[in-house]
């Protein structure tokens, strides 16, 4: 008798084709922000995302549960609450349980973009630091899933270990 295949032996070095991905609206929110969901691990609660704001928004303060690494591609964007800008190349680690405001530096070109690395969840808090809503895998998932419905595009599978 022959031993089934182990999960893990699937699980290979692939290529994420980010083109055949679409931008998606960063809705309910506003339609002006958009991601590009390029990964979702449900089992450790992370994804991989690109992230394109124009370069006059300001984002809502946010709580991290986990830990989050962004790196500037394009444009600079700064958090309200400390003193540095982060420009093409800049990588920014951001620490689990951090909270903070993200916002665009203007001079910068038309948009930033960034790829994020998020582990756990996003709390978006309002004025008075109440929660108002949550973010995570699972929340991205089911924003792409019905984007691509509502545009006759097939999903593909971003949750795949297989490649």
Known sequence: ????????????????????????????????????LLKADPVRGETITLLKVPASMELP???????????????????????????????????AGTAHTPAAVAGHGDEVITLNITMGELLYMDDASQVVAI??????????????????ITPHDVTSFAG
């Not at 084709?17 to 931008?23: N, R, T």
């Open 61 to 95: 303060r946010h709580h991290h549960s986990g830990t989050v690494i962004v790196y500037t591609i394009a444009g600079a964007w700064r958090y309200k609450e400390h003193d540095w800008v982060a420009r093409p190349g800049s990588v920014v680690f951001e620490t």
């Open 135 to 152: 973010e995570n895998w699972k929340t991205l998932v089911d924003r792409y899933l019905a984007y691509c419905e509502a545009q006759g």
């Open 1 to 36: 008798m022959t031993a089934p295949r182990m999960n893990f032996e699937n699980v290979n070095t692939a290529l994420i084709d980010h083109e055949a991905l679409p931008w998606v609206p960063f809705t309910p929110y506003t339609p002006d922000v958009h991601i590009k």
